[in-house]
């Protein structure tokens, strides 16, 4: 938890009680209020054991057991993962014993006589620097119990694949396997959004001639689409403003690392889910990534997971924008006509779309017309018209 300076605790370890008095005056005066001291080094560990100080002042050179001894015995006390700052004060300046020192353990070093404004100020930068490092601590476990959550989510996932045909069955053990590795998935975005864009997946197949054994492959395969996240870091994935040039470059690197996790299983469903991830950000015109394919080198599946990824996207809140309404969304669509999307593939998206419709009826979190997206020229994407590339990294530039 993070420290509030005055009700830190610091301990002072000097043999001379003139330089323990005006420390702990100097420590009062600047509203530290727990201070606990010594004269004697041989007390010091005890001392720490029972204050669980966040601070030492040590001194060096002291009867009975020096400053050294003292943070050889000090160091059992501190848990490997925590931090445990110490400030040498000491009137042998001389360099060795300062390189000595750090070496030992000393966050700091101080000769004597110190000026008192700036013992003062070492203190308050030392503390800092220990409660920082508590709330980084704080955040490990916060993101612990996050991925627990997550992990729940995906056996929600794992719970539909066993609905799956027999060769889907088959291959259960190995998909589960694969997607545990997913487990830090940190996206925003809802688990409806996995949900709908699957389902619109499986109505476009349908719609293009695919029998109902292999539409349901491409359902259950595009819910793995952007698994790939996972190793992208979160000041990228969860920033709400726009992306830098870098920034947008380690974005679109989540379609090769989704394929990486999914590519060269023995597992049909995992092969179709290796390249839906690489594949549903290509565009036919080859302006897309992370291979620039055009075409017909874009396989089938990855070119309806780009429609009904950017269909979702654009009708839900995303953290960088608001949702378009449903007329913008399709206008949307239809710009991308032969550039973005499949032309006659988008084409059999707008004859499903009562079909589609109802999907997003079912599983909508908000309908889109409550939130229209923000206006303005901050919602562009990088090297995109509006709203095209509807992913985290498209946003503004």
Not at 75 to 86: K, T
Not at 116 to 124: D, F, P
Not at 153 to 182: F, G, Y
């Amino acid at each position: 938890m993070k420290i509030q300076f005055d009700q830190a605790t610091i301990l002072v370890v000097d043999d001379q009680r003139q330089n323990v008095v005006l420390l702990e005056k100097l420590l009062r005066l600047q509203g530290y209020m727990h201070v606990v001291s010594t004269t004697d080094p041989r007390e010091a560990v005890q001392l720490a054991a029972a204050s669980l100080p966040d601070l030492v002042l040590l001194d060096l050179h002291m009867p009975h057991m020096d400053g050294f001894e003292v943070m050889e015995k000090l160091r059992p006390l501190v848990p490997p993962a925590d931090y445990l700052p110490i400030l040498v004060l000491t009137a042998d300046a001389t360099s060795p014993t300062k390189q000595r020192a750090l070496s030992a353990g000393a966050s700091d070093f101080l000769p004597k006589p110190f000026d008192r404004v700036e013992v003062l100020l070492r203190i308050e930068n030392l503390l800092r620097i220990r409660s920082l490092h508590r709330e980084v601590l704080n955040q490990k476990d916060l993101l612990e119990e996050k991925v627990r959550h997550r992990t729940s989510e995906l056996w929600t996932a794992v719970q539909r694949l066993e609905e799956t045909q027999n060769e889907l069955r088959m291959s259960r053990e190995e998909t589960i396997n694969r997607l545990s590795i997913a487990a830090e998935y940190r996206d925003e975005e809802t688990a409806l959004h996995v949900q709908r864009m699957s389902r619109y997946c499986e109505i476009l197949a349908r719609h293009l001639g695919e029998d109902a054994e292999r539409a349901e492959l491409i359902r259950v395969a595009s819910q793995m689409h952007d698994v790939g996240k996972i190793g992208i870091p979160d000041r990228i994935l969860l920033k709400p403003g726009r992306l830098t040039p870098e920034e947008y470059r380690a974005m679109q690197e989540h379609a090769s690392i989704g394929h990486r996790i999914l590519s060269g299983t023995r597992s049909e469903l995992g092969e179709v889910g290796a390249t839906i991830a690489w594949t549903h950000h290509e565009k036919v015109d080859g302006t897309g990534y992370p291979r620039c394919l055009a075409g017909d080198q874009i396989p089938f599946e990855g070119r309806v997971a780009a429609i009904a990824d950017v269909f979702d996207a654009l009708t839900t809140d995303r953290v960088y924008r608001k949702a378009f309404n449903l007329i913008e969304a399709l206008d949307v669509l239809r710009q991308g006509r032969g550039t973005h999307f499949d032309a006659a593939m988008l084409d059999a998206f707008f004859d499903a779309l009562d079909e589609i419709l109802r999907v997003k009826d079912e599983l909508d979190d908000v309908p889109p017309e409550i939130h229209p997206r923000d206006a303005g020229a901050a919602e562009r994407p990088l090297g995109t018209p509006p709203a095209l590339d509807p992913s985290p990294q498209a946003k503004s530039a």
